[in-house]
């Protein structure tokens, strides 16, 4: 039974990371396609993920202990769904060719103090809010891996709310609450839903 449990949510998981991969390259690529600071802004929890700042009555982010979830959600930029917004075309390739494995000059990726993501659970997705540009090539080369600096845990919460294509519609009231930035994240949130259960 165990077994088809986590099959079921490694399955999950993967559409999860289908669905928020587009999201991940615009976020990347934007800069090429603009001036220096016209680039796409960055992704903001909560705002950006709900349309609105939410009240405790609507939903409540859990903040988990950092310190005691280093390990267990470090995440994998050859893998996971981390996403970085560059918003500087001439940072963006001047980092191009430098981090990756030893024989950049840059070397393999490693964390350092002014890498920061926020992991949000239980869809495993990271959004970037400090050194967008390195872990970016990070990504691109497939290297390294980044412990969140911040880890929210929404499982409690999202029987609160459903996603109806295009608003979060309170589950209560069943009145239009606010609209995600992109469809794709009350997508992923109703795939969430299917992992808790």
């Not at 039974?1 to 990371?17: E, G, R, S, T, V």
């Not at 982010?61 to 996403?83: A, F, G, P, R, T």
């Not at 070397?107 to 872990?135: A, D, K, Y």
């Amino acid at each position: 039974m165990h077994i088809i449990y986590q099959k079921k949510n490694d399955a999950l998981h993967d559409l999860i990371k289908i669905i928020m991969r587009p999201i991940q390259a615009e976020h990347i690529r934007n800069a090429y396609l603009n001036s220096p600071h016209c680039a796409i802004t960055e992704i903001k929890f909560p705002m950006d993920f709900f349309g609105f700042f939410p009240t405790d009555q609507e939903i409540k982010s859990k903040n988990l202990s950092h310190e005691d979830s280093l390990e267990k959600y470090s995440l994998k930029l050859s893998s996971d769904i981390v996403l970085p917004t560059c918003w500087h075309p001439s940072s963006l390739i001047c980092n191009l060719g430098s981090i990756g494995h030893q024989a950049r000059p840059g070397g393999e990726f490693t964390q350092s103090g002014n890498h920061s993501v926020v992991l949000i659970l239980p869809m495993m997705i990271g959004i970037v809010t400090g050194g967008n540009h390195s872990i970016t090539q990070g990504i691109l080369t497939g290297n390294g891996e980044i412990s969140p600096s911040d880890l929210i845990d929404l499982s409690d919460e999202l029987n609160k709310i459903y996603f109806n294509g295009k608003h979060w519609i309170s589950s209560t009231t069943n009145q239009i609450i606010g609209s995600p930035r992109y469809p794709e994240f009350g997508w992923i949130w109703e795939i969430a839903k299917l992992l808790t259960k």
